[in-house]
């Protein structure tokens, strides 16, 4: 079982993402006698994912406009919808 565990950090203001398995332990007799739980940092790929799953929205908003300001409005319905890594959106024209 591979499961993937968002862990705050707000201490120093980071996100950090854990993927940890659980494997169990058996003796010779083949019974269970413990769990052995390593656990992988993941927090580069998962914020990779979704910064790419952001910039795919955005190219494909781009792709529908059909003139600036209909740019502009998709752009930013594309990049709000990730708040996580766009805190702060500001749209000149």
Known sequence: ???VQAVP???IGLETFFSW?????FD???TVQGI????FDCTNTIIAER???????LSHH???SSDIDDFLAQSVSALSANET???LLVVYK
Request: aromatic residues 6%; glycine residues 0%.
């Open 51 to 57: 910064r790419m799953r952001t910039l795919r929205e």
């Open 28 to 30: 010779e007799h083949n």
């Open 1 to 3: 079982m591979n499961l």
């Open 9 to 11: 950090r707000i201490h």
């Open 21 to 25: 398995y659980m494997i169990p332990v």
């Open 62 to 64: 781009m792709i529908m």
């Open 85 to 87: 890594d766009v805190p």
């Open 36 to 39: 052995y739980i390593p656990n």
